[in-house]
């Protein structure tokens, strides 16, 4: 129950298109969902979060979309760009305690 | 967003022998997170340190074998101990305000290999 299903395992787009990387929970208590973006030789980096009283959040050329009832949400990258190329983590927390991770997302923009 | 350094970056160490990596914070935070990320893998959180109470461990990892120090508001310390292959991985400094609302951010992690 305390799992983040997150897929695809890897991505290749095409630069100008949408990627799109979805996950999935169980556990109806997870009340914060942000995504990191993890280059290679550092940190995850938070990118955006959202909260489940809110469908929809957009910063820039990124959107998570979040589905309360299905027990979904996805990250959205408009005109993918080849410096976008890194590994995305979908996350989920109940309240102040741990964060639980997705396995991650490759992602590979071609020029 | 606070501002996280992670010392030693990498090192390549002997089996056997222990290895400490300090994780040190610009501004106060109420909880420090240690995690172990596996070459291609998620992250997998160890503990959680908070200041003046034990850290509480995950299962699968034990006090003896990842001793944790928090000493203040800004600094937090992981002890790898015994090191064997196996421990070959990233370990990575997290912290977050404890606040249901406000992000977790981390270090750019220590890359340890053990021969």
């Known amino acids: 129950q305390q799992q983040v299903k997150q897929s695809p395992q890897s991505l290749i787009v095409q630069k100008g298109g949408i990627s799109i990387i979805n996950c999935a929970y169980e556990?109806?208590?997870?009340?914060?969902f942000p995504w990191y973006q993890q280059f290679p030789g550092k940190g995850p980096a938070l990118l955006i979060a959202?909260?489940?009283?809110?469908s929809e959040k957009k910063e820039g050329r990124f959107t998570i979309s979040f589905n309360k009832s299905a027990k979904q949400f996805s990250l959205h990258i408009m005109d993918s760009q080849p410096g976008d190329s890194a590994t995305y983590f979908c996350?989920?927390?109940?309240?102040?305690?741990?964060?639980?991770f997705g396995k991650g997302t490759k992602l590979t923009v071609n020029p | 967003s606070a501002v996280i350094s992670q010392k030693p970056s990498r090192d390549i160490c002997q089996r056997g022998t222990s290895l400490t990596i300090q994780c040190q914070v610009d501004s106060q935070v109420t909880m420090m997170f240690w995690y172990r990320q596996q070459p291609g893998q998620s992250l997998t959180l160890i503990a959680t340190a908070n200041q003046g109470s034990e850290a509480t461990y995950e299962s699968g990892f034990v006090i003896d074998k990842f001793p944790i120090s928090r000493p203040n508001l800004t600094f937090s310390t992981l002890t790898v101990s015994n090191m064997s292959p196996e421990d070959s991985s990233i370990y990575l400094c997290?912290?977050?305000?404890?606040?249901?609302?406000?992000?977790?951010?981390f270090g750019d992690g220590t890359r340890l290999s053990i021969l």
């Open positions: 959202i909260r489940p009283d809110v």
């Open positions: 997290s912290v977050g305000t404890g606040y249901s609302n406000q992000p977790q951010h």
């Open positions: 556990n109806t208590a997870f009340d914060y």
């Open positions: 996350a989920a927390r109940v309240l102040s305690e741990k964060l639980v």
